[in-house]
């Protein structure tokens, strides 16, 4: 085994949130241990696997061709009735990505900035002195051992133990966390495979919606998101691949399910010694429960923190928390911005997405709302219609 006893940094959770910020601190000429407990990075995926070029340029990534299996040029939305608002940039505007191999080249890119990654590795405890973290205990092939580390960081998503351990509260409300389903399907007809398809309707996803990102001509994933009900998430997936024409004969070559935070946005994400990033720190869009961009951002901050912190040979929670300051200035306020859009649209009947669908809302204000932007946009379609005056106003 390579590990060594002690770092500057150690980094539990190799996903996209654990990467960036392992390469940050990495390439600041910290000593960095980067630790997943899965045997294999980016499997399970939990994911649609969708990124925008806007979301990559944020990102700072350039990515291999080999990560991508289809690019995107615009998305289609498909109101209850069956109404679409089309989206088209007429031009590559996105891919979906493979992230099996798109996590697998982020943890190789920490790597080659210095940082030690190992799968296999399950961090069952932290260690601490004074009340204060101070390194780990792992297991790796039954065998339990310590590292010592000036500061620690849980990157272990939406499910975080290490929070928890630290002292931190990391605790969300379930009206802020959604269930996901997904099938990776084969054999499926997609009319336009260069558009991502959003479905909408408290029929076919309560509080939530469906999408199909394909992945190919005849590949895809199809999956569902949905807020709390009475019927779990595969229910509403099943009956929609049923319903649909395109994917009746289809064949599911792989399951995904979980969690996604969709707010509760964390006030405070450090400790003395400490921090949370990415889907444990909640960072993720209300509005599609996209995480990769958040994370990777997040952690980009975070790494330059405490790279700062421990120049300064001050790990403590005040310094640390400048991570919460740069953050929120950047990411949180426009987040909680869409969380606002997410718990308007949440309340919408399905007359009300109808309705709004024969708005004067076009492709780009609706991408706008995605990112917080333009809610006024929205508020002024919701008051033509007298029974949405106060969810306009919740929005203004």
């Keep these: 085994m390579l590990l060594k006893d002690s770092y500057d940094v150690v980094i539990i959770g190799a996903g996209p949130a654990g990467s960036a910020t392992a390469k940050t601190c990495a390439r600041r000429g910290l000593s960095v241990a980067l630790l997943e407990k899965r045997q294999e990075i980016g499997a399970p995926k ?64 920490a790597s080659r900035a210095g940082a030690y990654v190992q799968a296999k590795t399950e961090v069952i405890n932290l260690l601490k002195e004074n009340g204060k973290v101070s390194g780990v205990r792992c297991r790796y092939e039954g065998e339990e051992f310590d590292i010592k580390a000036k500061v620690v960081v849980g990157a272990d998503g939406v499910e975080t133990k290490i929070g928890r351990m630290a002292g931190l509260n990391t605790t969300n409300k379930l009206i802020n966390v959604d269930s996901g389903f997904q099938f990776e399907m084969s054999n499926i007809e997609i009319e336009d495979p260069k558009k991502i398809w959003l479905f909408f309707g408290t029929k076919i996803a309560p509080r939530g919606y469906v999408w199909i990102f394909p992945k190919g001509n005849d590949v895809g994933n199809v999956g569902v998101g949905v807020g709390m009900t009475d019927k779990p998430a595969r229910y509403y997936l099943e009956n929609f691949v049923k319903e649909y024409p395109g994917l009746r004969r289809g064949s599911i070559l792989e399951v995904n399910s979980g969690g996604i ?12 010694n400490f921090a949370v990033v990415g889907d444990a720190a909640h960072q993720v869009n209300p509005i599609h429960g996209g ?16 790279n700062e912190s421990i120049k300064k040979n001050d790990t ?37 997405f109808n309705l709004l669908s024969k708005s004067n809302l076009a492709g780009d204000d609706i991408m706008e709302l995605a990112h917080g932007n333009r809610l006024s946009v929205l508020a002024k379609a919701l008051m033509k219609n007298p029974k949405l005056l106060t969810l306009a106003k919740h929005l203004l």
């Design 291 to 306: 995480g990769m961009k958040e994370g990777t951002v997040a952690g980009y901050i975070l790494g330059d923190v405490i």
């Design 316 to 352: 403590s929670q005040y310094a640390l928390s400048n991570y919460n300051k740069i953050w929120w200035e950047r990411r949180g306020h426009a987040l909680e911005r869409v969380q606002k859009v997410r718990e308007v649209t949440e309340k919408l009947s399905d007359d009300d």
């Design 46 to 109: 939990r994911c649609g696997e969708g990124l925008s070029t806007q979301m990559l340029s944020d990102m700072k990534l350039n990515i291999p061709q080999n990560c991508i299996t289809q690019d995107i040029d615009g998305c289609i939305v498909v109101a209850p009735n069956g109404e679409r608002a089309l989206i088209d940039f007429g031009k590559v505007a996105g891919h979906v990505v493979e992230r099996k191999m798109f996590d697998k080249w982020l943890a190789a890119e």
């Design 261 to 272: 935070p969709v707010g509760g946005f964390l006030q405070n994400m450090v400790l003395d």
